[in-house]
């Protein structure tokens, strides 16, 4: 079993910037894949970004590539997505997702076998 709890998202003006924490307890955080997913009123949870678990490759939606940033630590069990050039359309619910068992692509929702509870961020125009 693996638990996640993300922090850090809010209100912030287009242009701003957030940075969004996961932390997770349970198995070995430091051994799969990291993910941040994303779902708006009414759409689908659609893929923002991922991370391997050594940290050493990183994946990005398009819509947010030259804007997020994607990090781990693996000492302290916790993923990071800085973003930052924020704009309306980046409004949404925002779910980490650790992917334990390699299935289905990286990108997919379903590829991913544990999910925090969300966070909403909301960016005012």
Request: aromatic residues 14%; glycine residues 12%.
């Amino acid at each position: 079993q693996v638990q996640l709890v993300e922090s850090g998202g809010g209100l912030v003006q287009a242009g701003g910037s957030l940075r969004l924490s996961c932390a997770a307890s349970g198995r070995a955080f430091s051994t799969y894949t990291m993910g941040w997913f994303r779902q708006g009123p009414g759409t689908e949870r659609d893929f923002v970004a991922a991370i391997s678990w050594t940290g050493g490759s990183t994946y990005y939606a398009d819509s947010v590539k030259g804007r997020f940033t994607i990090s781990r630590d693996n000492a302290k069990n916790t993923v990071y997505l800085q973003m930052n050039s924020l704009k309306p359309e980046d409004t949404a619910v925002y779910y980490c997702a650790a992917r334990i068992i390699r299935v289905g692509n990286y990108y997919l929702a379903s590829a991913y076998q544990y999910w925090g509870q969300g966070t909403q961020v909301t960016v005012s125009s």
